[in-house]
């Protein structure tokens, strides 16, 4: 069911394979993710979910297979290069600057792509106008405006759930990777937070992992179900949903519904 | 014939080391606390040596004495001010065992002087091994054998029995420990005396062969961080690989080289560092 | 908080230069806090800043020390163009001893520190040709003014001043920069640092280079003050007693580092005229500090300002306390 390579693609993987010692964790798996497009990584515990986002993050390297950004090959780049290039992530656990404010947070994930800029030993933080003005427009977005000189270490969990997805936005990324942008909300907050992940297809290509089915049939344009390292299916939500091996896969009625 | 001599020295060096490191290796396993007294413990253990054989004791009662001696005051500081410091980030493990080495080193100094001194070999070992041109001091060649079957015995205790699986699992998570029903606090206090009286030993065995001074214990601490930086932590094999081939290198320059070898120890370590970041049997 | 302002910060230090010559009697040990200070302030921006504790600051320092010697004493460069080349080594050093360093995490790399601070001590020793072995190089000439050298300790005290007040405001400065908001969030957080695209490694070995700069720098400055360039500069107990002064002062501020330097310099000098064994008295020293001053004496101003201003200690783009376990990070 894979969708053939066009030039909309943002993300290509091809065979992307990682092992550890002997332990596959991640074989032969394609994806194309296309540009602005909403696209969800789901399966049970173990599939390789993870190990699939730090390989695209470039936290491990790969043991075979080629990723490729925009059609351009980023297999052999570090992380914090695949950052230059408009790959940006958000963690399953939070993984902020707590001591500092929120503010700095943003400022420092938007000063995050020109990072050279930031050894000038003589500049001012707040002379990057650019990244100032992108953290005013993160905090609009995430409705931080009005904590942005708190602690992020601080805020409510669900504010620093939408902080931890601030963090990838205020790269500006061509592709965005969130790590279960939901875990351990409350149902308020994951409105919020499935508005906000929608909203962003407009300007970024979006990829996550979920657990919450509600929020991955509703938004996704395109699920892809792992499962024990390797690509099961691919498809619309309503397709995978009813996806006899899926249902095996998750054994039972884990994949219900409509919304959360 | 020299190098053969120093080799030999190199390895009885090398045993010493060993020793050292496996000691700090199994306080940092169970504990992940670095014992910056490690060095000061292997000092007062020499001069502990150096006391009860001037006051006439035997060299055979004297050297496990001072090792069990160094083990009790370790035992007892882990369990009246250590264990209270565990919690806090490392910088404070550092500055209280960095504290607790200047006491000791201070102490050594006022109760012997600062001059140090020479232990005498016991007399049971005194003299030569000749073999044709070959001559070699009989301590020496007891202070190889014993500290081998003492590496043989640490190994078979930490690989092997139950004591040495619980010393590794602690290392893995504490907190399951205590849910099987291990008294945690016990097990720390007794590893920690453990790992010291083993730098204790160490400096016992060595106090014969190169004397006593004041200041060895910086010296002992800073090889035995070579020496696991070489070797990588948390590696037995290492640390033994290692070890010897730090005293190797050090012996063999002492002859090529007399005024550089010391130095070549620190330069093997940036060699290691370099080429393989990890060590040589390193994991972590 | 206020206190932690840098134009506060920098007022303090004018302070600092002009009260001491009323409250110590010797130039000497006025000078010396101040050289302290800047090397424990070096020290400071690793440790407070971005979470490194350097075992190795003594390397910077002896480099320093024997440059001046060196240069001084065998060539014909004057004090001027000797201090910047203090300060260039000293980045050169930084940056091998650190981009090496860096290579572990955590303790390991505690202990590589300490392991190079042992191999720089016996390169010096070994090579005395070059440094003068045990004896150092011996009758280091003050600077020149205006034709006469600053053989008053108090005329010199007046030119470390100097330097002092420009070495620090230009740490301040780079604290206050991207640069040095990057460094804290590195301390604060590695991995998401990295993650928003800072080359981790790269802002590293920049700490140490400043850090190993200001540090032979003042490391000049004390050969020319003692006028000797003595192998105990790049000595294992050089390393540890920064360390300590930097841990003492406490790591929120930079001007905790010369609260930390003079702590430790004036304990020292009293006590050593006491009992020649006063070190086993800083051993325990140490041990109260660990357990009871976590913060450092800066900590303990911090908390009094708090009382006095009845504020609550706001949360602060500074670095806010010791507790960078990056132990727990390296896993």
Sequence with gaps: MTQTASTTDALVTKGLGVSYNKFVALADVDLNIRENSVHS??????????????????????SSGKITLGGRDITNLSDNERVRRGIARSFQVTSLFPDLSVHENLRLAAQGRTPWQALAMWRRAESNHEAMATVDEMLARLSLTRVATRAAGELAHGQQRRLEVGMAMAARPRVILMDEPTSGMGIDDIETMKDLIQGLASDHTVLFIEHNMGIVMNISDTVTVLRL?????EGPPAMVRDDPEVKKAYLGNMITGDIA | MIYLFQVLNGIGLGMLYFLLAVGLSIIFGLLQFVNFAHGAFYLLGAYLTYDLVERDISFW????????????VAGLTEASLLRRIYKLPHTFHILVTVGLALVIQEFVIVVWGPLGGSVATPKSLAGVLIIGDFIYPYYRIFAICFTAVLAFVLYWALERTRLGAIVRAGSESTETMALLGYDTLRIN???????????????????????????MGVEALSVAFVVVVIGGMGSYVGALAAGLLVGVIQSLMATIWPEGARLMIYVAMAFVIVTMPRGLFGRV | MLINKPFFQFGLVVLTVLALPFFLRSGIMASEILIYGMVVAASNLLLGYTGLLSFGQGIFFGTGSYLAGIVLTRTGVPVGLMLPMAA????????????LSIRRQGVYFVMLTLAFSQLFYFLAYTFSDLTGGDNGLLD?????????????PWSYYAY??????????AMLLVTQSTFGRTLIAVRENEERAAAIGFPVRVFKIAAFAISGAVTAFAGALHAMLIGVAPLSSIEYHTSEIILVMTIIGGSSSLYASVLGASFYLLMADTLSSIWPRWLLLLGLVLVVVALFLQKGLWGLVEKIYALLTHNRIPPEVEPSDLGTDTTAKGE
């Excluded at chain 1, 979910?49 to 390297?61: D, E, I, N, P, Q």
């Excluded at chain 2, 160490?202 to 200041?215: D, Q, Y």
């Excluded at chain 3, 260039?88 to 981009?99: E, Q």
Aim: glycine share 14%; with cysteine.
């Design chain 2, 61 to 72: 009662v004297a050297m496990p004495a001072a090792a069990v001696i160094v083990a009790l």
């Design chain 3, 140 to 152: 280091v000439p003050r600077p020149m003014l205006n034709g006469e050298q600053l053989v008053d």
């Design chain 2, 189 to 215: 206090t007794a590893v920690f005396a453990f790992g010291a009286g083993l730098a204790g030993l160490a400096g016992a065995l060595a106090a014969p062969i190169r004397g006593v001074e004041p200041f």
């Design chain 1, 229 to 233: 390292g390797r690509k099961l299916v």
């Design chain 1, 41 to 62: 990584i789901i399966g049970p515990n173990g599939a390789g979910k993870t190990t699939l986002f730090h390989a695209l993050t470039g936290r491990v390297r790969p």
């Design chain 3, 88 to 99: 260039v080594l000293g980045t050169v050093i930084a940056t091998l001893v650190g981009g």
């Design chain 3, 160 to 169: 470390v001043g100097v330097c002092f007040v420009l070495v620090f405001a």
